[in-house]
């Protein structure tokens, strides 16, 4: 999985299962991380879900993680500000491990 930098933070892709039994990061797949919700993809329930979960795995206020593209379909590309690759995936790696 490719995670970009950027002059503010970093993209990258995430493949998103909406009405899942609970909010979790599933794991890491050859593009994207697969993440699942528990609310609906109605009225951007779910994006608001992920964004959420996206801050609280990375440690980052909400304000700082934005969906760049798809935000009606299940792969997003989503910009984080403020945090580098390395940071990235050492929150990664603790969520995954801990």
């Excluded at 206020?61 to 935000?71: F, L, N």
């Amino acid at each position: 999985m490719e995670v970009k930098k950027t002059d503010s933070g970093i993209i990258f892709s995430v493949k998103l299962r909406p009405r899942a039994s609970r909010d979790r990061l599933v794991g890491v797949e050859n593009d994207f991380l697969r993440m699942e919700v528990s609310a609906a993809p109605v009225g951007g329930k779910a994006n608001r879900s992920l964004v959420r979960l996206i801050g609280q795995i990375l440690k980052v206020p909400r304000h700082a993680v934005t969906i760049r593209r798809g935000e009606k379909q299940p792969l997003k590309l989503i910009a984080v500000s403020g945090l580098s690759p390395e940071d990235f995936w050492r929150k990664i790696d603790e969520q995954s491990n801990g």
